[in-house]
């Protein structure tokens, strides 16, 4: 059973335009909801990640907004540029029994061309 | 970058042999997992530590197993290699006190394995 899915599976965008990924969960427990970001041949890497007591978090070109009633989260990415393909995926946690276990979406290729 | 180091990146092995997989960090990090990641997929947990002498099944069910002797070092196990077990490895480590208090998740590069 997926506990977070991600849309659209993958991406085509011109550069300088805006990415768009959406994450929806089921566990309303859910308390942390970060986004990975993979390039080929690497593992994932932290991008940004956002709490459920703020509806939206901006860092540099890449903002998550925060939709709690719908239990959905987005990531944008503003000015996309060829270096921003990559594989991005959606992860959500809770604090339980002191460990934090991430669920992981499936993963969204967006891939921007010059 | 995170330091995080997994041995080998790629390995092409026959069936029934048997293959360890390295991974070691030097963050000090206590917790420690284990994912295996298939093209197009999420990353599923097969194995989990919380420190030494600690390790725990994950939600995906493996064939494989872990041993956790010392901080740096999670190594993963396969007893008899199978093509079903052909998939990327990725190991990753926990800080604690990563992004305001709430744990960040640190990945290796992965181990692309393919048995045939």
């Known amino acids: 059973q997926q506990q977070v899915k991600q849309s659209p599976q993958s991406l085509i965008v011109q550069k300088g335009g805006i990415s768009i990924i959406n994450c929806a969960y089921e566990?309303?427990?859910?308390?942390?909801f970060p986004w990975y970001q993979q390039f080929p041949g690497k593992g994932p890497a932290l991008l940004i990640a956002?709490?459920?007591?703020?509806s939206e978090k901006k860092e540099g070109r890449f903002t998550i907004s925060f939709n709690k009633s719908a239990k959905q989260f987005s990531l944008h990415i503003m000015d996309s540029q060829p270096g921003d393909s990559a594989t991005y995926f959606c992860?959500?946690?809770?604090?339980?029994?002191?460990?934090?276990?991430?669920?992981f979406g499936k993963g969204n290729q967006v891939v921007v061309i010059p | 970058e995170a330091d995080i180091y997994q041995t080998p990146r790629y390995l092409v092995i026959g069936t029934g042999k048997k293959i360890t997989l390295e991974c070691s960090q030097t963050?000090?990090?206590?917790?420690m997992y284990w994912y295996q990641q298939d093209p197009g997929m999420e990353l599923h947990l097969i194995h989990y530590?919380?420190?030494?002498?600690?390790?725990e099944k994950g939600d995906l069910s493996s064939e494989s197993t872990v041993s956790r002797i010392r901080t740096e070092h999670f190594p993963l196990t396969l007893e008899s290699a199978r093509p079903s077990h052909t998939s990327q490895y990725l190991c990753?480590?926990?800080?604690?006190?990563?992004?305001?208090?709430?744990?960040?998740?640190?990945f290796g590069p992965g181990t692309r394995l393919l048995v045939l």
């Open positions: 530590s919380y420190g030494v002498n600690s390790t």
């Open positions: 990753a480590s926990s800080d604690p006190l990563g992004d305001r208090g709430q744990e960040t998740q640190y």
């Open positions: 566990n309303t427990a859910f308390d942390y």
């Open positions: 992860a959500a946690s809770m604090k339980s029994y002191g460990n934090n276990r991430l669920a």
């Open positions: 963050m000090g990090h206590d917790k």
């Open positions: 956002i709490r459920p007591d703020v």
